[in-house]
């Protein structure tokens, strides 16, 4: 038989209609737009300058730095940690951030941000049943609302000064911060691009965030974000660890590769601003309190840094999907992108999710999820596409949630299509919604789950219930 003509690909350019990141047949690692560089790998010790010969060889804290630069350390644990656990950084900038005019509180912004979801805080309430969200509202444009005053808690657990708690936020913003930085003490960020650019700004450098990319900020790492080029709004979501660090989970019998391989986390390079003189202030949140802190200096003034403490981005349309060939639904930890562990060996503080694009395959099955009660929370929001088809809460830049042993499952048209359809062939699911984040806030049913943004809960929240039951 001869063998078949060669077919030809196309390149998909636009990243919200591809089934993976290979169809855009690129070797560029960033999408075509993307105006910056980075290093890549996960976990690695990298180091970086603007200017080649600012590290200092063989030390770390010369008496005369390079160009008259100051040392600055900045650690994320306690010096004797085990070498797997033990997090800083070195930074030679032309000032260092202990140069200020010190911290002013009770200042005023429009955000509604809150870490603390013990029980004895009154300001918020546990949600028992299942929750859901339209799209939540971008802000009017007679009104400037950036990163610091856009920024609204969604719901959480556990508390930062426990170093056990997650938080989950959205923002939506139509303004750049104007030399305003953001400082966040109290856990890791990560930040979920839904809709518009994002032009980051970090002491490290610049990550640039699209819709389908996600953004970790560790603590304490000063960023500013602006929107970018041709972008007048923007909106994502925010999951912030505290007490813990986002990692790549144990692949097991899956064996060395596979879900989100190590070298397509991308970390940027050493950047420092054009100018350095000008007058700024770094938001600083600590235990979900803002202070302020005002300086005549830029924040961004980082000549070279090394360490394995850093900003990095990952685009998650090359998440490398694994599933069943054979039988059965697979449980949904195979799309883990990034967890974070807690001190519980058993449970994780937080993992985040993959649901896109991919082949589905399975003999005599029921394809959708089963009916269940599952320990871990579960927070579902669609970045882009046309949603799951169920309800308005999966419109992209919507949300829902299903609290701790919430009973639910699968729903109605669906239901009845596969129960009915008998497929056994092999099907592409998700191809026209595309990407999903799944943040299992806590897999531990004591910790609470609570609602607390007024904004939030008034004006989109909407309960759901199982509407279907044959
Ligand atoms: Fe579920």
Redesign the pocket.
């Known amino acids: 038989m001869p063998a078949p003509p060669i077919k030809e690909r196309t390149p998909i350019k636009d990243l919200t209609k591809v089934f993976h990141y290979t169809d855009t047949m690129t070797r560029k690692p960033t999408r075509d737009d993307d105006p910056y560089e980075y290093m890549a790998g996960f976990g690695n010790h990298f180091q970086s300058e603007v200017i080649p010969g600012t590290l200092p060889a063989g030390q770390n804290n010369p008496q005369e730095p390079r160009f008259g630069l100051y040392t600055e350390g900045l650690t994320y644990s306690a010096f004797t940690a085990p070498r797997h656990a033990n997090f800083s950084i070195y930074m030679y900038r032309v000032r260092p951030a202990a140069a200020h005019n010190g911290y002013k509180s009770n200042i005023t912004h429009k955000s509604d941000v809150e870490n603390c979801f013990l029980s004895l805080n009154p300001k918020v309430t546990t949600l028992a049943e299942q929750g859901g969200w339209t799209p939540f509202p971008l802000p009017p444009d007679d009104e400037k609302i950036d990163f610091v005053d856009g920024l609204h808690t969604l719901g959480g657990s556990g508390d930062p000064n426990l170093r056990k708690g997650i938080t989950l936020y959205v923002f939506m913003i139509n303004a750049d911060m104007d030399r305003r930085a953001y400082c966040n003490t109290d856990g890791d960020f990560l930040i979920v691009a839904q809709l518009g650019n994002l032009d980051i700004q970090t002491e490290m450098g610049m990550p640039f965030l699209q819709p389908g990319e996600i953004c970790v900020i560790p603590r304490e790492v000063r960023f500013t974000i602006r929107l970018g080029l041709g972008h007048k709004v923007a909106r994502g979501y925010i999951a912030e660890v505290s007490g813990s660090r986002w990692e790549l989970p144990d692949l097991g019998p899956l064996g060395g590769h596979g879900l989100a391989n190590p070298r397509d986390f991308l970390h940027p390079v050493a950047h420092i601003d054009d100018d350095l003189q000008e007058d700024w202030e770094i938001v600083h949140k600590a235990n979900g309190q803002y202070n302020a802190i005002d300086q005549d200096h830029s924040p961004f003034d980082l000549v070279a840094w090394h360490g394995n403490v850093a900003p990095y981005k990952y685009d998650l349309t090359k998440f490398s999907s694994l599933k069943a060939t054979s039988i059965d639904h697979t449980d ?1 930890s195979v799309n883990c992108v990034l967890t974070a562990p807690s001190r519980d060996p058993a449970t994780p503080l937080a993992d985040f999710l993959w649901l896109g694009p991919r082949w589905d395959v399975a003999s005599n099955t029921f394809r959708l ?1 089963y009916f ?1 009660r ?1 320990s871990a929370t ?1 927070f579902l929001a669609c970045l882009y596409g046309s949603g799951l088809g169920r309800s308005d809460e999966f419109l992209p830049g919507g949300g829902s949630v ?1 609290t701790s042993h919430t009973p ?2 699968s729903f109605s048209e669906d239901y009845v299509y596969e129960i009915r359809s008998q497929v056994n062939e092999p099907r592409k699911i998700l191809e026209s919604l595309s990407l999903f984040l799944s943040s299992i806030l806590s897999s531990h049913p004591s910790l609470l789950i609570a609602m607390s943004s007024a904004l939030l809960d008034e004006a989109t929240r909407m309960k759901t219930s199982q509407r279907f039951l044959p």
């Open positions: 949904p999820p269940h599952n579960d299903e639910h499952g």
